[in-house]
């Protein structure tokens, strides 16, 4: 079913002034996580499909099985899908809903980090390692200890280590914690208070757990405030991403209900990070989520909407565009169907 609001939309107009096109068509895929491993460019994204699951507020009909990898000689060269690289089946912990993960390399192996549910409806983070960037990978037979919520992104520093950042609202239950332990009370703050930021800590060396414990990231605004919960155009909702530019850290995120993805720098990989702006314009379907890599001193954007499907809000398609930094640094708001 596609969602209303996007019905009386002329999807053959709509795919003719869009940014870019999917980049995957035989299967649908979502929230990207791209890197270039060997001057090759490999997409480690949801693998989408339509379960019969009904919508909810939870996302429940988000109900991903599985992950493909994706590579690519060059950004302008054809699309591999190198199969399943990990199933939850082959997860002991996990019962469901494999969302956005992301991939690095240590030391010659490849590391997945994944979210999914326990049987109790719990989110936490696993690991699954693999000898090839492709997959298959073998999951670890519990998830990491101390991890929760949604959307992993592990983001590998010029001096060697490893930082992992996690989080996200609403269906991604990072609302329900306060200094790291679940209370089912708990919710958004109030919209004076300031906004929930995603967790993130150093990977231990085996790559396996958490080698510190957990911090909660602050975004601040132009006076040094910490963004507000109820400043939803600027506020952190899930989709967390770091790159590194020019020696800043730069966090980028979805505002969720908002639809926007956004950016903010920092000297530190744990922040506080400054609000910078927007980086790209609201997708079709609701969902937004994004990766940041850099290919040949050329930045790219990955990301998804929901065209292909003609709006389907969980049937989403990988795209990529090409992202500019200013010489100030500053990130060009890229509008993903310019007219
Ligand atoms: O793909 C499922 C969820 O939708 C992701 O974890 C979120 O970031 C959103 O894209």
């Known amino acids: 079913m596609a969602d209303e609001q996007y019905a009386d939309i002329d999807y053959d107009e709509l795919n003719q002034k869009a940014l870019s096109q999917p980049l995957v068509t035989h299967m649908y895929t979502a929230d990207p ?9 490999y997409i480690y994204p949801s693998h989408d499909v339509e379960g019969g699951v009904p919508f909810n507020d939870n996302g429940d009909h988000f109900c991903m099985e599985d992950y493909h990898v994706f590579s690519m000689e060059s ?7 190198h199969g399943v690289a990990l199933h939850v089946d082959d997860v002991p912990w996990a019962a469901r809903q494999m969302w956005a993960p992301d991939a690095t390399r240590k030391n010659g192996k490849y590391y997945l980090y994944f979210p999914a549910k326990r049987a109790d409806d719990i989110f936490q983070i696993g690991v699954a390692i693999g000898d090839s960037p492709a997959g298959p ?17 592990v983001f590998a520093d010029d001096d060697g280590e490893y930082y992992l950042y996690v ?5 991604g239950q990072l609302q329900k914690y306060r200094n790291h332990q679940y209370d089912e009370a708990n919710e958004e703050p109030a919209d004076d208070e300031p906004a929930l930021g995603p967790t993130v800590a150093k990977l231990s060396d085996d790559m396996k757990s958490y080698a510190e414990p957990l911090r909660e ?21 899930e989709g967390p991403w770091v790159h590194k530019y020019q020696g800043k850290y730069y966090l980028s995120y979805s505002t969720g209900n908002t639809h926007y993805l956004c950016y903010a720098t920092s000297d530190s990989p744990y922040g506080p990070f400054t609000y910078g702006g927007r980086i790209l314009n609201p997708v079709v379907g609701w969902t937004t989520h994004h990766s940041i890599c850099e290919y040949e001193g050329r930045w790219l954007l990955f990301y998804h909407d ?34």
Not at 137 to 153: L, N, Q, R, V, W
Not at 307 to 321: C, E, N, P, Q, W
């Open 306 to 339: 929901s065209s292909l499907s003609k709006g389907v809000t969980h049937l989403r398609s990988i795209k990529m565009a090409e992202l500019h930094h200013d010489e100030q640094g500053r990130i060009a708001t890229l509008d993903p169907y310019p007219r």
């Open 137 to 153: 990978f073998k999951a670890e037979p519990e998830p990491i200890e101390g991890s929760y919520s949604i959307d992993p992104a």
């Open 167 to 171: 989080g996200g609202i609403w269906g």
């Open 75 to 81: 950004p302008e060269s054809e699309v591999v899908d």
């Open 217 to 237: 990231i602050k975004i601040l605004d132009e006076n040094g405030e910490p963004l507000k919960a109820g400043d939803h155009e600027r506020r952190y909702f």
């Open 33 to 41: 996580s791209a890197h270039v491993f060997d001057g090759k460019i």
